[in-house]
C-alpha cells in the first residue's frame, strides 16, 4: 500500500518534553553549548570517522592497484579527499576520495601519458571544476539523463571487473576490456592455487558478511565487510606462508610528483575534460542521494542543510588541485562511503575530515601491517565493487521508464570505446530517443453507432502528414466524424491538411467536430482558470473547455467519460484481481465528509488500500443506546472482526464546517438531525475549554484561530471515543490493533501526524509529515 498513514508506532517522533528545546546543528560542526549533548555529538562524529576510513583504507589501495598508480597515491586521495573536500565542500556528510567510477579513466591515461603527467592532468581537472563552480552551473549536472550514468558507471564496473579478474586468477590484466576478454582463455589454463584461494576467500567474505544472521551478525556487522574480507585473506596468507605479490609501499622520500604534460595538446585537453566531467557527474549525483538519505533519518533535534552543489564542486576541484600536487589519485565524492558516514550517525564534515586524519595516520604508522596485504585480495576487492556497479536495481530502474536502449548503448560504448566516448555516444542516443518520442504520433480511425472518431495522439508534424491522411480518407464522404486532438503541438503542414479535408468533407454534406482529449471543443474560449487536463482538479478545471452553461449532471457525465477512456483501462485488471479475490485493506481510515478532502489523493493510496468511513466532522459516537450510532459502529466492528486491519486512522483537517458549528451553534432549539450527530461532538468543544488542557501545537506553534484548534482537539477526543468501542479495546489489548490520529491543512496541502497526548504537558502535538525520499543505491566504491 502507498499512503501517508502510519503501519508502525516506531514511525511516530518521539514524545516532546515540556521545557526541552531540541538543539540544532548547520553540519559544520557540533552545536554550540556546554553540556553531555555536545560531547554527545562530537562522539557521533568520532565514530563514523572509524567506520568511514575502515572502508576507505583497503579501497583506497585496491583502487590504486587497479589503475596501475603507486599503491600511496590511493592513501593521498583518501587523505586529501577527507581533508580538503570535507573542509571546503558543500555536502557536508559527503566523503570524498579515489573512487571506482575513475579507475579506467585514470588507467588509460598512466598508459598513455604515465603517472606523473596524470598527476598534473588531475591537478588541471580540479582548475577546470573550480572554474566550472564560479560559473554556477553544477545544476546543470543533474540534467543528464539517468540512463547514462547508470550505463556509464555499468560500463565502468565491466571493465574494472575483468580487469581484476586477470589479477584475481594470477595474472596480469591486458590494456582494454576487449584484450582482458581475449587473453581470459590463456590465463584460465595458468590458474595460480594460492592467488585463487586469497582471492575466493576474499570475496566470500565480501558477500557473506552482511548476511549473517542473528545477535553475531548485528555484532560482526560493527566491522565493515571489505576490512574483514582483506583481514581474512591476509591472515589466510601469513599463516600458510603464501609466496604472493603483497602490497609494497615505498618509502614516502622517493613518492613521484606530477610533471608537465609533454603530449598531444588536443589529447591532454581531452583527458582534462573527462576527469572534469564523470567526477563531477559522480559527485553531484552523490551528494543529491546523501540528501535524500538525511531527509529519511529519524533524528529531528539535529538539522543538517542540504548539499550546495556549486561548493560542492569547488570543494571537489580544490580536492583535485591538491591531490594532484602531491601525487594522488583523482577524487570524487563516493556513495558507498558517504552512505556509511550517514548510517553510522555522523552530524557534521568533522566525521569527514577525521577520517582523512585517520588515513594520514595509518600511511605513516601502519606500512608495516599493510605490507602483509595480497594484491589479489585487493584485486578480489575491487572485483566485486565492479560487479556491483552494474546495479540490477538501476536496470529495472531504466526499463520502467523506457531508456534500456540508451543504457545498453552506453554500457556497451564504455567498454568498447572508454568512459569519454561511451558516453558521448550514449548522450548522442538519448536525443535521438527524445525526438523520437517527440516527433512520434500515434493515429487511429474506428466507428461506433455511426460516429467515426479519428484520434490523434502525441504531437502534429508534417511527418505525421502521410498517416493522418490515410486515416482521414477512411471516412466516409458525408459521415458524421470527430477528430481527437491529443497534443501540445502542430505545425502549418499538418494545420493545413486538417483544414484542406474538414473544408471538403463539409462540402460532401458531413460533420466535422473537433476536440481536445476531455472532450472539449477545440473552437472554444479557454477557460478562465488556465486549467490543465489533471485528474486532481476541481470539475471546472479538468476539462480543456469554457465554464459557460454547464450543469452539474453535465459535470460528473464528462467525468465519468473521461474515467472510462483515461483511466479505466489502467486500473481495470486491477479492479477485476480485487473483484475475484476480495478486499484486504489494512488500514480503516474515518476521516470528514468535506468534499476539499480527497482521501486517495493525500494518502497516495489505490484500490483496496483503505476501508474509509467518512461523516460530517470526522465523529466517533460512544457507545451506548444514548449515543449510539450504528453507521459508524457497524463499520468499526466490520473492519476490525471481518477484514481484521492493523490499524486505524481518524483524520481530521482544516476549516472543518462541523468544528465551526460546534462553536457558533447554540444549544437548545429545533433538534434537526444536523444538530443531533452535532452532540458527539460536544465532548470535543468541552476538552478545548477545560481549564485543566494546554492548547494542541502543531509543527511547534499554536493553532491559529479556536476553530484550528478545535479542529485538533476533536482528533484527540475521538480517538478516546473508538478505545471505548469493545471490539477495538480488545485488540488494542491483543496488541494486534494500533490507533493514530492525523490532520490535513488544506491551505498548506500538508498532513500532520499525531505524535504525542500527555495529560501532563500539551493536550496533543502534530508532527509535519515530510515529503517521502528514497535510500541511497550503491553505485560505486
Known sequence: MSACVPTRTDELPRKTRKGHRPRQTRGDGPPSGGGQPRFRIAGSDLSASVAVFLIALPLSLGIALATGAPLQAGLVAAAVGGIVAGRFGGAPLQVSGPAAGLTVVTADLIQQYGWRVTCAITVLAGFAQLGLAALRVARSALAVSPAIVHGMLAGIGVTIALAQLHIVLGGTPQSSAIDNVRALPAQLAQLQPAAISVSALTVAVVLAWPRIPGAAGRIVRTIPAALAAVGAATTLAVVAALHLPRVDLPSWSSHALPALPDGPVLGVIAAVLTITLVGSVESLLSAVAVDKLLAGRKEPDIRIPRADLDRELAGQGAANVVSGALGGLPITGVAVRSSANVSAGAVSRHSTMLHGLWIVLAALLLVPVLDLIPLAALAALVMVVGVQMVSITHMRTVRRNREMLVYAVTLASVVLTGVLEGVIIGVAVA???????????????????????????????????????????????????????????????????????????????????????????????????????????????????????????????????????????????????????????????????????????????????????????????????????????????????????????????????????????????????????????????????????????????????????????????????????????????????????????????????????????????????????????????
Open 431 to 781: 536525443v535521438a530517443v527524445a525526438l523520437h518520442r517527440l516527433t512520434r504520433t500515434r493515429i487511429t480511425e474506428e466507428e461506433h453507432e455511426g460516429i467515426h472518431r479519428v484520434r490523434v495522439r502525441g504531437q502534429l508534424t508534417f511527418l505525421a502528414v502521410p498517416r493522418l491522411s490515410r486515416a482521414l480518407n477512411h471516412v466516409p464522404a458525408g459521415a458524421e466524424c470527430v477528430v481527437e486532438l491529443d497534443g501540445s503541438f502542430m505545425d502549418h503542414a499538418a494545420y493545413e491538411a486538417l483544414h484542406d479535408w474538414q473544408s471538403s468533407h463539409v462540402r460532401q454534406g458531413g460533420t466535422v467536430e473537433f476536440t481536445g482529449r476531455a472532450g472539449g471543443r477545440i473552437s472554444e474560449p479557454a477557460s478562465e482558470t488556465h486549467g490543465c487536463c489533471r485528474p486532481w482538479t476541481p470539475w471546472r478545471n479538468h476539462h480543456c473547455e469554457d465554464r459557460v452553461q454547464r450543469t452539474d449532471t453535465h459535470q460528473l457525465a464528462d467525468g465519468l467519460s473521461s474515467f472510462q477512456r483515461d483511466t479505466a483501462p489502467l486500473v481495470r485488471d486491477e479492479l477485476a484481481r480485487l473483484e475475484r479475490e476480495g478486499q484486504r485493506p489494512s488500514q480503516l481510515f474515518l476521516t470528514c465528509s468535506d468534499s476539499r478532502l480527497v482521501t486517495s489523493m493525500i494518502t497516495a493510496s489505490g484500490p483496496g488500500d483503505l476501508f474509509t468511513v467518512r461523516n460530517m466532522g470526522n465523529l466517533v459516537p460512544l457507545p451506548g443506546a444514548e449515543n449510539r450510532d450504528d453507521s459508524v459502529a457497524a463499520a468499526i466492528e466490520y473492519a476490525i472482526d471481518v477484514l481484521q486491519v492493523g490499524s486505524i486512522t481518524i483524520c481530521g483537517h482544516s476549516g472543518c464546517s462541523a468544528m465551526e458549528a460546534l462553536l457558533t451553534t447554540p444549544p437548545g432549539g429545533a433538534q434537526t438531525p444536523w444538530k443531533r450527530w452535532l452532540r458527539h461532538g460536544r465532548p470535543s468543544l468541552e476538552r478545548m475549554r477545560s481549564r485543566h488542557r494546554s492548547w494542541a501545537r502543531i509543527a511547534g506553534r499554536l493553532p491559529t484561530d479556536a476553530i484550528e484548534q478545535l479542529c485538533l482537539t476533536n482528533v484527540v477526543q475521538q480517538l478516546d471515543h473508538l478505545r471505548a468501542h469493545d471490539s477495538v479495546a480488545r485488540r488494542l489489548a491483543e496488541g494486534t490493533l494500533e490507533l493514530h490520529g492525523m490532520y490535513f491543512h488544506g491551505g498548506e496541502a500538508q498532513a500532520y501526524l499525531l505524535a504525542s497526548s500527555d495529560e501532563h504537558t500539551f493536550d496533543a502535538v502534530f508532527t509535519r509529515v515530510a515529503p517521502a525520499s528514497s535510500a541511497l543505491v550503491k553505485a560505486q566504491a
